[in-house]
């Protein structure tokens, strides 16, 4: 149904730091919008396919929303990637019927493959390799209540995994800086993700610096001796800047990651935050389809 596409979100680094920062405020412009229940009917007359091949609920959730609030047709269409069906083929079908495709799937080369393929706009909604909607989410709000992004010291206690990827893919395009503060043997090591804006460390006081942290589940295969130095507590929040932003991604783990007063901190924003998954895919598709 569209024309061929040039508007993907697949990764974060695929939009420039103009459209991003576009974004972004309209990201804060359509929760007001939101709270006044006058959504724009920006997507009436569209439909959009929303393909979930993995686990996880909420921003596929959002997006379900989301499209229904614009005026759009949300169809959930029951498709694997890596079956019998060529890639090509399904995007082929897909194109027949959807101005828009959003994808939750485990493996990040199979949406590129679909996007490679697909005339409609593709938007990566997880891998386990990257989560550009998490961060750009994350970013909304955080924009909406610094009134800025630029500049921002991001600090992830996060292995090298899909949500601390995408906030090194954000400082790939944004001028934001992040630090990775984690065991050596779970630092990013990715040539492609390595940038003068990002540096890893194993030095918890490195988050004293920082205006907003997030911590990620640990790995699997980690001895809960190895990270017990690394889990955010409400003694470690009290050293960082009276103004940080904590944003633990769900599900959370009190107990491993984070502990449990942490969670009741004031610093901790991450039911707030996570709002703004539905306002920042709503003017990410908005953007994709004007």
């Known amino acids: 149904m569209a024309a061929t596409a040039l508007r993907n979100f697949i990764e974060f680094q695929d939009l420039s730091a103009d459209t991003i920062a576009s974004i972004l405020v309209?990201?804060?412009?359509?929760?007001?919008?939101?709270?006044?229940?006058?959504?724009?009917?920006?997507?009436?007359?569209?439909?959009?396919?929303?393909?979930?091949d993995d686990g996880g609920w909420r921003n596929t959730t959002?997006?379900?929303?989301?499209?229904?609030?614009?005026?759009?047709?949300?169809?959930?269409?029951?498709?694997?990637?890596g079956g019998r069906e060529a890639t090509a083929d399904l995007a082929g079908y897909l194109d027949n019927w959807f101005d828009l495709i959003i994808m939750r799937t485990r493996e990040l080369a199979a949406i590129r493959d679909l996007a490679d393929a697909a005339e409609a706009p593709v938007?990566?909604?997880?891998?386990?390799?990257?989560?550009?909607?998490?961060?750009?989410?994350?970013?909304?709000?955080?924009?909406?209540?610094?009134?800025?992004?630029?500049?921002?010291?991001?600090?992830?206690?996060?292995?090298?995994?899909?949500?601390?990827?995408?906030?090194?893919?954000?400082?790939?395009?944004?001028?934001?800086?992040?630090?990775?503060?984690?065991?050596?043997?779970?630092?990013?090591?990715?040539?492609?993700?390595?940038?003068?804006?990002?540096?890893?460390t194993q030095d918890m006081r490195a988050l004293e610096a920082a205006d907003v942290i997030?911590?990620?589940?640990?790995?699997?295969?980690?001895?809960?001796?190895?990270?017990?130095?690394?889990?955010?507590?409400?003694?470690?929040?009290?050293?960082?800047?009276?103004?940080?932003i904590f944003l633990p991604c769900p599900p959370v783990?009190?107990?491993?990651?984070?502990?449990?007063?942490a969670m009741v901190h004031p610093a901790c924003q991450s039911r707030q935050a996570k709002a703004f998954l539905l306002h920042a895919?709503?003017?990410l598709m908005e953007w994709m389809v004007r």
């Open 281 to 283: 895919q709503n003017a």
């Open 123 to 200: 938007i990566n909604a997880r891998t386990r390799t990257n989560h550009p909607c998490e961060t750009l989410g994350d970013l909304a709000y955080v924009t909406k209540k610094r009134g800025r992004f630029e500049r921002l010291t991001v600090a992830g206690v996060a292995p090298d995994a899909n949500i601390l990827r995408s906030w090194i893919e954000a400082s790939l395009s944004l001028p934001i800086n992040v630090i990775q503060i984690n065991p050596a043997a779970w630092q990013v090591k990715d040539p492609t993700l390595l940038n003068p804006r990002f540096r890893a």
């Open 26 to 52: 309209r990201a804060g412009e359509l929760e007001c919008l939101w709270r006044e229940r006058r959504m724009p009917q920006a997507l009436v007359g569209r439909a959009a396919a929303l393909i979930v």
């Open 214 to 244: 997030f911590t990620d589940s640990w790995p699997g295969d980690a001895a809960d001796e190895d990270l017990a130095p690394y889990q955010v507590s409400v003694e470690v929040l009290e050293r960082c800047k009276p103004d940080v």
């Open 62 to 81: 959002a997006f379900d929303l989301g499209i229904q609030a614009m005026g759009g047709i949300c169809v959930h269409v029951p498709v694997a990637l």
């Open 253 to 261: 783990t009190r107990g491993q990651e984070v502990a449990a007063d």
